[in-house]
């Protein structure tokens, strides 16, 4: 969406109010419709509002409403998320570049980076200026969330798709955070070489069972990887994985944190203080209540 195109206040709005007549039809978000015009059109929440716009003689666009309307009858269809439309989506403090190369980021994760912050402050703060990793990173967003909320520590962020990789580097360019953060193509923990050595892991790992992805909401289940939702018979098959290789990688006192699905915290738990080489293991609620997050440290040398 790089080149200019122009179009009369009154043709968008006329485009808007049947965009919105659309929306309601389909039981898809009104609100969609001005998030999509604030990114197409650069329109503000006031003029939206107001519909003072309708009287502008022209108004640039990204595209042709031609081209808008082809892809809202998409959203309203095909269930195309209206994030992959604007190739943008809002997450803590950014505006990330997304594409169905990667999950789009929820709400929800943004606690997580927190959750990272409080872990550091409350139990080891030598660990802020430390290594961490970042895996299955996807768009970038929690390596970018922990550099922004860490500024003295390394991330290495890691991910099995290249084209996904290719959006975290575009995002950590366009957020001046490239500098902080390195990339690695692979699967978990297979590129990286600093056994002992981190100070925290953090990731939000594929936790969806095999069979429910297909059940998942319309805009999920058609659009989003599955590589980043399938997480197995169970859906712990990732998570289980980090629960048996991550110690290897932390160094005494290390974090180990991660996103899991709901009804997930009791087995996780469990898997931890079995493996023996976790301690202070913790669950965390998201903002709606929903035990969402597994926080342990790396037991030190005995």
């Known amino acids: 969406m790089s080149q200019q195109l122009l179009t009369s206040g009154l043709a968008l709005w006329q485009w808007r109010s049947a965009a919105q007549k659309a929306a309601l039809a389909a039981n898809v978000p009104v609100t969609e419709v001005d998030w999509l015009l604030q990114e197409v059109a650069g329109l503000d929440r006031l003029s939206l509002r107001l519909e003072s716009f309708k009287n502008l003689p022209q108004i640039p666009l990204q595209l042709s409403l031609e081209e808008l309307e082809n892809l809202w009858q998409r959203r309203v269809n095909e269930h195309l998320p209206v994030q992959y439309i604007t190739g943008v989506t809002p997450w803590r403090h950014f505006k990330l570049a997304v594409s169905p190369a990667v999950l789009i980021p929820r709400p929800e994760t943004e606690y997580i980076i927190d959750l990272a912050v409080a872990a550091v402050q409350n139990h080891h703060c030598q660990l802020e200026a430390g290594h961490w990793a970042d895996l299955g990173t996807g768009s970038g967003a929690i390596a970018l969330g922990l550099a922004q909320a860490l500024p003295l520590a390394t991330i290495h962020a890691v991910d099995c798709s290249a084209a996904a990789l290719a959006v975290a580097r575009q995002n950590a360019q366009a957020l001046g955070l490239a500098h902080q953060i390195h990339f690695y193509q692979g699967s978990w923990w297979e590129p990286l070489n600093f056994k002992g050595q981190l100070s925290g892991v953090v990731s939000n790992p594929p936790y969806i069972p095999s069979q429910l992805v297909p059940q998942l909401q319309p805009e ?59 301690c202070d293991i913790a669950i965390y609620p998201d903002l709606a209540g929903i035990e969402r997050f597994a926080l342990a440290y790396r037991r030190g040398e005995e």
């Open 220 to 278: 999920v289940a058609l659009h989003e990887p599955w590589l980043a939702l399938n997480g197995g018979n169970d859906g712990l098959d990732c998570i289980r994985h980090l629960v048996a290789t991550s110690a290897d990688y932390l160094q005494p006192g290390g974090i180990w944190l991660i996103e899991m699905m709901a009804g997930q915290a009791e087995v996780v738990a469990a898997l931890l203080q079995s493996h023996g080489s976790y």
